[in-house]
């Protein structure tokens, strides 16, 4: 039972670079996130998708591209990394109620 | 003023007391209120969702809505050592379909 999978789980950039996390959910979920944890602000969204076809900003879109690439799959790129994104990412993904289901997190570092 | 406030801690109480939580949100629209528990280097994951002014017990944990008061609680009893986490209360507020907007969550530590 995988839940949400989220990859790679530890990267290293250099100040410009681009990459792409990758999620994946097998919870048949219509809605997906990404968020973002750094000390002492908790966790801020950065994208979310209601559902298949849909994206819209979260509270610190700035710097980030998503893409939903079919119901099980929700992609983030930077395209540009900047040392300020050097965070945690968890993709998640949700369906009744708003029981939001977290990923195991990917560590990014930016240099 | 941030939309969802909790104490920072380090909250610290000793094995077999009760850890008391706090929360409060902004948006008095908000309708469905969640805690959520994160270990370090782990992801957060639900112990508690509650809906309804009044108490949520389960099992150990007990969860207290005031939406008057716009206030969020989170009891443990019994804490134990392995309680020893980060707490993050997260609240759904108005208008915004299934997203969540959390606090920046309350470090406990159980002593043995």
């Known amino acids: 039972n995988a839940g949400v999978t989220q990859t790679p789980k530890f990267q290293v950039l250099k100040t410009g670079q681009s990459m792409t996390l990758q999620c994946a959910q097998d919870?048949?979920?219509?809605?997906m996130y990404w968020y973002r944890q750094d000390p002492g602000m908790g966790l801020r969204l950065i994208y979310y998708?209601?559902?298949?076809?849909?994206?819209d900003k979260g509270e610190v879109p700035n710097g980030y591209n998503v893409s939903r690439l079919n119901k099980r799959e929700f992609s983030l790129r930077l395209e540009s990394a900047a040392p300020s994104q050097t965070s945690v990412y968890f993709c998640?993904?949700?369906?009744?109620?708003?029981?939001?289901?977290f990923g195991e997190g990917s560590w990014l570092t930016v240099v | 003023q941030k939309e969802v406030e909790q104490n920072s801690g380090p909250l610290s109480v000793p094995e077999g007391a009760i850890a008391s939580l706090n929360c409060t949100y902004s948006?008095?629209?908000?309708?469905?209120f969640f805690w959520y528990r994160q270990y370090s280097g782990k992801s957060p994951e639900l112990i508690m969702s509650?809906?309804?002014?009044g108490d949520k017990e389960d099992g150990r944990f007990t969860a207290q809505l005031n939406k008057a008061s716009q206030y969020v609680s989170l009891l443990i009893r019994d804490s134990q050592p392995s309680d020893s986490a980060t707490y993050l209360c997260?609240?759904?507020?108005?208008?915004?379909?299934?997203?969540?907007?959390f606090g920046s969550g309350t470090q406990l530590t159980v002593l043995p």
């Open positions: 998640a993904s949700s369906e009744i109620r708003n029981t939001i289901y």
């Open positions: 948006d008095r629209g908000s309708q469905s």
């Open positions: 998708s209601a559902s298949e076809g849909t994206t």
């Open positions: 997260a609240v759904n507020p108005s208008g915004s379909a299934r997203q969540l907007t």
């Open positions: 919870m048949n979920h219509n809605s």
């Open positions: 509650i809906y309804s002014n």
